[in-house]
């Protein structure tokens, strides 16, 4: 088992130019073996070599969260990452040990069927990015594979997805919504003979977000995966424990805005506004974890929508002394879901806010070409160095490391907009400011 450093102190490796450990303090080599792997081979912890490939791509050191799990215990940790040359020096912070993470659809949710005796199950699980943790013993030789050869490598390189009988993939489509899935089918890149169908469950990390999945696999033609039943189970406890309180919320608030129960003071009946819209946003993000996540999309307003993300951040911007400012624009039509728009434009209006000094404006400007219509959110903050500009749109980065927030939120905000067929762009430069564009396909 491996073992926190006796002392609080940095837990130093290094990495060649193709990932693999070659010198390593002996709480990182310990946690190497229990892998499955030794000094000298690839190293077998993907959330730690995925800082290490980040850094060496962008060639700028790299810090940010990370799990490594031990044979009998998740290790939290905080992962520093430097270039040096065609190698990446490590240093592993803040190792904190606590017992395995359970799947999210834990006990409650098992029936009779989950626990038959002699059930064969074939188990898998991977990262946020779809790299591999681990694949057990017979699933691993079933696909013709080595156990220790699967670690780190992108699901897509072990197994062949295809489309179902509808043209859908529902791995895919789980990975967009965050939520899980069942009848995906794949076969194995190592033997196109071997049909394989494909379940999931989300895995959620120590702060309770996205951290993969973990599921199982079953040969075609077999009984379906036990964890299929648990996540319908699931969604079906979401509608009645989150959908219906929040409906009756905004029911409440539309009641409050109409005056419905009696005469109100006008400022009393503008804060039900403001409630309804947030419950509505929060509304969708629920809707997100559920089977109706998976929208096609349709014509949308963006000038409505900033509207309704501006509502929801007007309490913050009063408090940090930042007005916004909306350009008066009559309905701008583009196409894409409106659960991600409002998402990305409340993360671009947020962080405009968060960077901006007091008495400063952020202002909202739309605007269209032939084929694109567009919405621009512009702050009079510090402004962001050019060589920073790329580096922010990654995960867990922020403009400044010891600024608030988990660096979560471009990155989300990008990844949506292209799968909209829009993108999120910047245009700054030190000491004058930012212009964040989400760009989305004209309706």
Same mark, same amino acid.
């Given at each position: 088992?491996?073992?926190?450093?006796?002392?609080?102190?940095?837990?130093?490796?290094?990495?060649?130019?193709?990932?693999?450990?070659?010198?390593?303090?002996?709480?990182?080599?310990?946690?190497?073996?229990?892998?499955?792997?030794?000094? $000298?081979? /690839?190293?077998?912890?993907?959330?730690?070599?995925?800082?290490?490939?980040?850094?060496?791509?962008?060639?700028?050191?790299? *810090?940010?969260? %990370?799990?490594?799990?031990?044979?009998?215990?998740?290790?939290?940790?905080? &992962?520093?990452?430097?270039?040096?040359? @065609?190698?990446?020096?490590?240093?592993?912070?803040?190792?904190?040990?606590?017992?395995?993470?359970?799947?999210?659809?834990?006990?409650?949710?098992?029936?009779?069927? @989950?626990?038959?005796?002699? +059930?064969?199950?074939?188990?898998?699980?991977?990262?946020?990015?779809?790299?591999?943790?681990?694949?057990?013993?017979?699933?691993?030789?079933?696909?013709?594979?080595?156990?220790?050869?699967?670690?780190?490598?992108?699901?897509?390189?072990?197994?062949?997805?295809?489309?179902?009988?509808?043209?859908?993939?529902?791995?895919?489509?789980?990975? +967009?919504?965050?939520?899980?899935?069942?009848?995906?089918?794949?076969?194995?890149?190592?033997?196109?003979?071997?049909?394989?169908?494909?379940?999931?469950?989300?895995?959620?990390?120590?702060?309770?977000?996205?951290?993969?999945?973990?599921?199982?696999?079953?040969?075609?033609?077999?009984?379906?995966? %036990?964890?299929?039943?648990? /996540?319908?189970?699931?969604?079906?406890?979401?509608?009645?424990?989150?959908?219906?309180?929040?409906?009756?919320?905004?029911?409440?608030?539309?009641? /409050?805005?109409?005056?419905?129960?009696?005469?109100?003071?006008?400022?009393? +009946?503008?804060?039900?506004?403001?409630? %309804? !819209?947030?419950?509505?946003?929060?509304?969708?993000?629920?809707?997100?974890?559920?089977?109706?996540?998976?929208?096609?999309?349709?014509?949308?307003?963006?000038?409505?929508?900033? !509207?309704?993300?501006?509502?929801?951040?007007?309490?913050?911007?009063?408090?940090?002394?930042?007005?916004?400012?909306?350009?008066?624009?009559?309905?701008?039509? $583009?196409?894409?879901?409106?659960?991600?728009?409002?998402?990305?434009? &409340?993360?671009?209006?947020?962080?405009?806010?968060?960077?901006?000094?007091?008495?400063?404006?952020?202002?909202?400007?739309?605007?269209?070409?032939?084929?694109?219509? *567009?919405?621009? &959110?512009?702050?009079?903050?510090?402004?962001?160095?050019?060589?920073?500009?790329?580096?922010?749109?990654?995960?867990?980065?922020?403009?400044?490391?010891?600024?608030?927030?988990?660096?979560?939120?471009?990155? /989300?905000?990008?990844?949506?907009?292209? *799968?909209? $067929? $829009?993108?999120?762009?910047?245009?700054? *430069?030190?000491?004058?400011?930012?212009?964040?564009?989400?760009?989305?396909?004209?309706?």
């Amino acid at each position: 088992m491996a073992s926190a450093p006796s002392e609080p102190r940095a837990v130093l490796g290094r990495l060649d130019n193709v990932g693999r450990l070659i010198a390593a303090d002996p709480e990182l080599e310990a946690l190497q073996r229990e892998a499955g792997a030794a000094i $000298g081979q /690839i190293l077998a912890l993907p959330q730690i070599l995925a800082v290490a490939q980040l850094a060496r791509e962008l060639g700028t050191p790299v *810090s940010r969260p %990370a799990i490594a799990a031990s044979a009998d215990q998740d290790i939290d940790l905080w &992962v520093h990452a430097t270039p040096d040359g @065609d190698e990446v020096g490590l240093s592993l912070e803040r190792w904190t040990v606590r017992p395995p993470a359970g799947p999210r659809l834990g006990s409650p949710f098992a029936g009779e069927a @989950d626990l038959q005796p002699g +059930a064969v199950h074939h188990e898998w699980e991977a990262d946020e990015e779809l790299r591999l943790i681990s694949v057990s013993g017979d699933l691993a030789e079933l696909l013709g594979f080595d156990v220790a050869e699967c670690a780190g490598l992108p699901l897509t390189k072990v197994f062949r997805l295809e489309e179902n009988d509808e043209g859908d993939m529902p791995l895919v489509a789980a990975l +967009a919504a965050r939520h899980g899935f069942s009848g995906q089918r794949a076969r194995s890149r190592a033997d196109e003979s071997q049909s394989i169908a494909l379940a999931g469950e989300v895995v959620t990390s120590a702060d309770g977000g996205f951290a993969g999945f973990r599921g199982t696999a079953e040969v075609e033609g077999g009984s379906p995966p %036990a964890r299929a039943n648990q /996540i319908a189970y699931f969604d079906e406890a979401l509608d009645e424990v989150l959908r219906a309180p929040l409906d009756r919320i905004i029911d409440s608030a539309e009641r /409050i805005v109409e005056r419905a129960d009696g005469p109100l003071r006008s400022d009393y +009946a503008s804060y039900g506004n403001d409630i %309804a !819209a947030a419950a509505r946003h929060l509304l969708s993000v629920v809707r997100g974890m559920g089977d109706d996540a998976v929208q096609d999309q349709q014509a949308i307003d963006l000038t409505a929508l900033s !509207a309704e993300a501006v509502v929801m951040l007007e309490a913050t911007a009063e408090e940090r002394g930042v007005e916004i400012e909306m350009e008066s624009s009559q309905p701008l039509m $583009g196409t894409g879901q409106e659960r991600a728009v409002i998402q990305i434009i &409340v993360n671009l209006v947020g962080n405009a806010i968060r960077y901006s000094p007091q008495g400063k404006t952020v202002q909202l400007s739309f605007g269209r070409t032939h084929g694109t219509a *567009s919405v621009t &959110v512009t702050d009079e903050g510090p402004g962001i160095a050019v060589a920073d500009q790329q580096r922010i749109f990654e995960r867990f980065e922020r403009a400044e490391p010891r600024e608030e927030g988990a660096g979560l939120g471009l990155a /989300i905000s990008r990844r949506l907009a292209r *799968s909209m $067929g $829009g993108d999120v762009t910047l245009d700054s *430069s030190p000491g004058k400011g930012a212009r964040f564009t989400l760009t989305l396909p004209r309706a």
